[in-house]
């Protein structure tokens, strides 16, 4: 673990009785993990740095509300989640596409940045619930009892959404051939 000069709980108590270069260096430390977040919901540059905005500026707005200043990665997280799924709700198509659990065999070995692309086509191919599930546990290294308070439901679904994506990443991506060496999910099981 890294050392931080200042703890989080810290740079809270201070944002809460007003002092922003505390919130700054708050944003400045969570900035990079919710926009990376948001990304892979959303899937739109723009609109994961207009969502990002967003979060920071709710969340200092709503800075009083959050009890445990332990808890503040959930509760920055659930912002974020909100935010991404009204957006998310308001751009839906009428009629959603059905998702197609195989990708089209590839040929021939695959070069880090094809296996890159690859991944984040299996990972588009998830219902949104899913691909946050993956998100959540393996990019962003969330336990499952944080996300169970990021999603708002419970840990056992949860857990079974993060098991079904990862079961339908590893069908889309088993007819790659990467030379003998598998695609590393984050290794959740």
């Given at each position: 673990m890294i050392f931080r000069e200042v703890e989080d709980?810290?740079?809270?108590?201070?944002?809460?009785?007003?002092?922003?270069?505390?919130?700054n260096v708050l944003v400045s430390r969570w900035e990079k993990r919710v926009f990376n977040y948001l990304l892979r919901l959303v899937r739109q540059r723009e609109d994961a740095l207009d969502l990002s905005q967003d979060v920071f500026l709710?969340?200092?707005?709503?800075?009083?509300?959050?009890d445990d200043p332990a808890?503040?990665?959930?509760?920055l997280f659930r912002i974020a989640h909100n935010e991404a799924y009204s957006l998310?709700?308001?751009?839906?198509?009428?009629?959603?596409?059905?998702?197609?659990?195989?990708?089209?065999?590839?040929?021939?070995?695959?070069?880090?940045?094809?296996?890159?692309?690859?991944?984040r086509r299996a990972l588009e191919r998830?219902?949104?619930?899913?691909?946050?599930?993956?998100?959540?546990?393996?990019?962003q290294g969330f336990k499952f009892e944080e996300m169970a308070?990021?999603?708002?439901?419970?840990?056992?679904?949860?857990?079974s959404r993060l098991y079904t994506a990862l079961d339908l990443l590893k069908?889309?991506?088993?007819?790659?051939?990467?030379?003998?060496?598998?695609?590393?999910?984050?290794?959740v099981e």
């Open positions: 709980r810290d740079l809270i108590a201070k944002a809460r009785r007003g002092h922003v270069d505390a919130y709710k969340a200092y707005q709503n800075l009083k509300k959050l808890k503040f990665p959930p509760w998310l709700r308001k751009n839906r198509p009428e009629g959603e596409l059905t998702v197609e659990p195989r990708m089209a065999e590839a040929s021939g070995g695959l070069f880090p940045i094809e296996s890159t692309l690859a991944v998830l219902s949104n619930d899913q691909r946050e599930a993956v998100v959540l546990k393996v990019y308070e990021i999603l708002s439901c419970p840990v056992s679904t949860v857990k069908q889309a991506l088993a007819p790659i051939n990467t030379g003998g060496a598998p695609i590393n999910m984050g290794g």
